[in-house]
């Protein structure tokens, strides 16, 4: 969470130490911070699985303003008009698990304020964050393909605002419009480069450089320049262990790129912290922009 201006105060919220790098007071919540992980629902067998949609977070209607996902709005007004009249918007909360793989995809998920981290479980000790979603792209959408079922884990990674159409919907939309059908097959090709560059990453480069980029992505994604994260939580989307995550946010604090304590990060020198990540960081913004023939996140 990034810090408020000197002298403002927030509701509900208390100050803490001063951070000489940031200039401003932080803010801890007095009821205390999220929990790094989502309680169980009564009676599911996956220990993962938080309170959803369907166990009563609130949803309102979309409204059929210019959407402030990048897919939707690049969407001609009809077609755009037509998808939005099936959607709600709903709320995502920090660690929610919105879909596993083998599970069927009952929604399509459009954020446009929050992040959505695509896990792939090596085994009972591992795995690797592989895809990351903001307001440049969607969850779901192997629907597109005639694919019903996920094939991956999806976690919220930066709580927010997103757009939630039934997967029933998405279809009957999608078979009437040609330029949604466009869009999600460029978007597709899209994220299968940034899924062999993340392959790449993930072997050759250091986890300092590595975790460059992933604050860059998820800046990029949420336009925020600070955010709720636990060491934990990186060591397991960045597939290392939880020292060599502390060692690399002390290396990136200490050349002043970022503030970091209890779990909440700050990004105070975007263009430092750009030279310090790894090459991906960019190829992946260029493969955006060459994909979508837009301007990648920004």
């Keep these: 969470m990034a ?8 509701p509900g919220y208390e100050a803490t130490q001063r951070p000489r ?11 205390g911070t999220a929990p790094r992980w989502p309680k169980s629902i009564p009676g599911s067998t996956n220990p993962w699985r938080p309170r959803c949609l369907e166990y009563g977070r609130t949803s309102v209607p979309a409204t059929l303003a210019p959407s402030a996902n990048r ?5 001609p007004r009809q077609e755009h008009d037509r998808l939005l009249a099936h959607c709600d918007t709903v709320n995502l909360q920090f660690a929610e698990v919105l879909a596993e793989p083998g599970e069927p995809i009952r929604h399509v998920w459009f954020p446009t304020g929050s992040a959505i981290a695509q ?14 979603i903001g307001d440049e792209g969607a969850l779901g959408i192997p629907l597109a393909l005639d694919v019903t079922e996920s094939s991956l884990r999806a976690l919220v990674q930066a709580p927010g605002t997103a757009l939630r159409i039934p997967a029933s919907a998405f279809r009957r939309v999608l078979e009437e419009g040609p330029a949604l059908s466009r869009i999600l097959r460029q978007y597709i090709h899209v994220l299968m480069g940034q899924l062999a560059q993340t392959a790449g990453c993930t072997r050759f480069h250091l986890v300092e450089p590595r975790l460059a980029r992933w604050l860059l992505m998820t800046q990029d994604r949420t336009h925020s320049t600070g955010f709720h994260i636990t060491h934990e939580f990186l060591a397991q989307v960045l597939g290392v262990r939880r020292v060599g995550i502390t060692h690399a ?4 604090q200490q050349h002043q790129l970022i503030h970091y304590r209890r779990g909440d990060i700050a990004i105070v020198d975007r263009a430092g912290l750009e030279a310090a990540a790894c090459t991906c960081y960019a190829a992946d913004r260029l493969a955006y922009s060459r994909g979508m023939r837009g301007t990648p996140p920004s």
């Design 3 to 10: 810090c408020p201006s000197p002298g403002v105060s927030r």
């Design 21 to 31: 790098c940031l200039g401003a007071p932080t803010y801890r919540r007095r009821l």
């Design 71 to 75: 897919l939707l709005a690049a969407l």
């Design 119 to 132: 896990i792939r479980r090596i085994d009972a000790h591992a795995s690797l964050e592989v895809g990351l």
């Design 249 to 252: 946010a002390s290396t990136l």
